[in-house]
């Protein structure tokens, strides 16, 4: 199999196994500011200013909790940090290694006691050629209110640890046996949420029908503790496609059943999980994206409560001219809790958003760009206790040396 197709095989198994983040170079081709032996090193700066008019996601009116009152303020975000790499670190194909880090201070005007600091790193490091192999490093930090994991319940830190090996290894010219083992901590400064860990292997056969077509068939197995909660073993039967239908248009679709076992009880469950995408290079200057899924998980927000997530995803990007590049980004999160709901969490979310932006390459190294967002959320909660609608307008500075 082509060096390409293991790059993308192996970036795809990663991301359904724990959705490593990536560092961009916002420097691209331009010479690093120093090198030290092999190894680049790019430091980049930015400044976000943002104008949020409900920094708590409260809800209206009369669903308020008694004293509280919607919130708005403006953000300053100043945002250090550096990306690092040796080989072919961009495109993360042979032997490579990279390295980023920032660091998120973020300052309120008026609500200084939501003032935070969050960090978000990440190390890659691969080879092989017959076995080929990779292995990351994440660390998420955020300081926020959010609805897939704390029931949108004020600002509340929450960081992210993941940690992934995966491997290909060449069986035949067109088949390959693909691994991934992880594991990913879900630690939270809140007390109406509880700490989470998964431990996460898989093993996938591909076969490669022609050059533009390929078919999976895998395992899956892990075991999720909830802190305070009841823990619970789950195995999964995966297929997988994905198909290059055309220079302009790529399709990639898994499906499968996962089994669960909870500790201490009868629950045992069936759930059938999904994930499907598209990309379409609609013309030479716009590209558009379609993601959407069906993933179980524990609720950190609901005591011994399993979460099922339903996600779509739509992005599209367009250049205008030499300089500017319009986006758009839309959503949909429908998430329902089974099981024992307690701690004022709520059984049923249904999340919107969507996030139109602007961006203009100001140099070779300095961008700037604006945006706006609309959040709205519709739940279960009693007397529309999760219920909440939010703006954001934002413009950001940014520079890579």
């Not at 403006?74 to 690092?84: D, I, K, R, S």
């Not at 994991?149 to 509340?156: D, H, I, V, W």
């Not at 395992?219 to 999964?236: I, K």
Request: aromatic share 12%; charged share 15%.
């Amino acid at each position: 199999m082509n060096v390409n197709k293991r790059r993308f095989y192996l970036s795809a198994a990663l991301a359904c196994m724990a959705g490593t983040a990536s560092a961009q170079d916002a420097g691209g081709v331009q010479p690093p500011l120093f090198q030290i032996g092999s190894v680049e090193v790019r430091p980049n700066a930015a400044y976000t200013f943002t104008y949020d008019d409900n920094i708590y996601l409260n809800p209206d009116g009369a669903a308020l909790p008694a004293g509280a009152t919607q919130k708005h303020d403006f953000l300053h975000t100043f945002t250090p940090g550096f990306t690092m790499g040796a080989g072919d670190y961009r495109a993360q194909g042979g032997s490579f290694f990279s390295a980023s880090y920032n660091a998120n201070f973020l300052v309120f005007q008026e609500n200084s006691n939501a003032d935070s600091t969050d960090h978000q790193g990440a190390i890659s490091f691969g080879g092989g050629d017959k076995l080929s192999w990779r292995f990351d490093q994440t660390l998420v930090s955020q300081s926020d209110s959010d609805v897939t994991n704390t029931q949108a319940l004020g600002r509340a830190k929450r960081r992210s640890w993941t940690s992934t090996l995966a491997t290909i290894y060449d069986l035949s010219e067109k088949t390959d046996l693909e691994s991934s083992f992880a594991y990913i901590l879900n630690d939270f400064d809140s007390p109406t949420t509880q700490d989470s860990q998964r431990l996460q292997g898989n093993m996938l056969l591909d076969w490669a029908q022609t050059a533009k077509l390929h078919y999976g068939l895998g395992v899956t197995g892990g075991y999720d503790q909830l802190d305070g909660g009841q823990n619970s073993v789950f195995e999964q039967v995966n297929t997988r496609m994905v198909w290059e239908v055309s220079a302009k248009f790529a399709l990639r679709a898994g499906a499968g059943f996962e089994f669960r076992q909870t500790q201490g009880t009868d629950l045992d469950r069936e759930n059938f999980i999904f994930d499907v995408g598209a990309d379409w290079k609609v013309s030479p200057l716009t590209v558009a994206s379609l993601n959407a899924g069906r993933a179980i998980a524990p609720a950190n927000a609901g005591v011994n409560s399993i979460a099922t997530r339903n996600t779509v995803n739509v992005t599209v990007v367009h250049k205008v001219g030499q300089r500017y590049t319009a986006s758009l980004i839309t959503g949909y999160l429908g998430q329902a809790n089974q099981g024992q709901i307690v701690g004022g969490s709520t059984g049923k979310n249904d999340y919107y958003f969507v996030r139109p932006g602007l961006a203009v390459a100001l140099t070779d190294r300095a961008t700037a760009s604006a945006f706006y967002q609309y959040r709205q959320n519709e739940s279960n909660a009693p007397a529309g206790g999760g219920d909440f609608d939010n703006n954001q307008f934002g413009v950001s500075l940014g520079y890579t040396f």
